[in-house]
């Protein structure tokens, strides 16, 4: 196995109700680390000085794996504690490698916004497909209600990048909803950076994408439009830390205690200088 597991640390930090954390993503304590050095894991919610640990409980994470160039597939969940506090690891890998960590939960999680939230809300996360169903059924000035799960993915480099292995950065690992850059930002200087948005395998015309420099993260750096072919292109990011999030969601059955399921997905990843 390429990696050891160390101890956990808890945390616990309350999450405002008044101001729901679209933000997600894991936040390691150093993006390249030599082999077998420790490296800390933080859950990470919100953006600008909302930004925090996520109150997330353990036994909501249905997924947590490190998966490496080779595609090996190492579970992680072992790792978390059961209960109903937020979590954060400590690991190691042995091996030199570009690795893809990813976390991802059920969507028992639920979020009850008053009309205008909820509305501002689909707004500002380009959700167009969903405020168009609730003007069609004249629904605009009704309370939201979605259900939501959360997908996570970071790289992680261990030892020197080799520009000829990061495959694991270009393919997709199996997420409802996920981020998938067309080059790897480890290895490329300049030039675009595309990414592709794959809903349940498939691409995804029309979602918003944002690129957010996480040391100054009130805004994104850049935002656009996946096209038809589940595309979108931004500038390569400079030196620094990056997060990479889109939100798709779909109608509920009527059967449902919620109007919507929701995916929340994120790629977290660092540039040295």
């Not at 209600?145 to 495959?167: C, H, L, M, T």
């Not at 656009?224 to 990056?242: E, K, L, Y």
Request: aromatic content about 8%; charged content about 20%; glycine content about 8%.
């Amino acid at each position: 196995m390429h990696f050891r597991r160390a101890a956990l640390c808890l945390s616990l930090l309350a999450l405002s109700t008044a101001s729901f954390a679209h933000d997600f993503w894991v936040q390691p304590s150093a993006w390249q680390v030599n082999p077998s050095a420790r490296l800390d894991l933080a859950l990470l919610v919100g953006h600008g000085p909302d930004r925090q640990r996520s109150p997330i409980p353990a036994a909501r994470i249905i997924r947590f794996q490190a998966i490496a160039g080779e595609g090996q597939r190492y579970d992680l969940r072992g790792n978390l504690a059961r209960g109903s506090r937020g979590t954060e690891a400590a690991i190691a890998f042995t091996r030199p490698g570009t690795y893809m960590l990813a976390l991802v939960t059920d969507n028992r999680a639920e979020s009850h916004l008053p009309a205008i939230r909820f509305n501002d809300y689909l707004k500002a996360e380009g959700l167009t497909p969903a405020l168009d169903l609730r003007a069609r059924t004249g629904r605009m000035g009704a309370d939201g209600a979605e259900s939501y799960r959360r997908n996570a993915k970071a790289i992680v480099q261990v030892g020197p990048v080799d520009p000829d292995r990061q495959a694991i950065v270009t393919r997709p690992i199996g997420l409802s909803l996920e981020i998938v850059p067309e080059r790897s930002p480890l290895a490329a200087a300049r030039g675009p950076f595309p990414v592709r948005i794959l809903y349940h395998g498939r691409p995804l015309a029309g979602a918003l994408v944002k690129l957010t420099d996480l040391a100054h993260d009130a805004e994104p750096v850049e935002t656009h439009r996946s096209d038809a072919h589940g595309r979108a292109v931004f500038a390569m990011p400079r030196a620094g830390n990056w997060l990479v999030n889109v939100i798709w969601t779909r109608p509920q059955p009527q059967t449902s205690l919620t109007d919507f399921d929701t995916d929340f997905s994120s790629l977290s990843f660092g540039i040295p200088s």
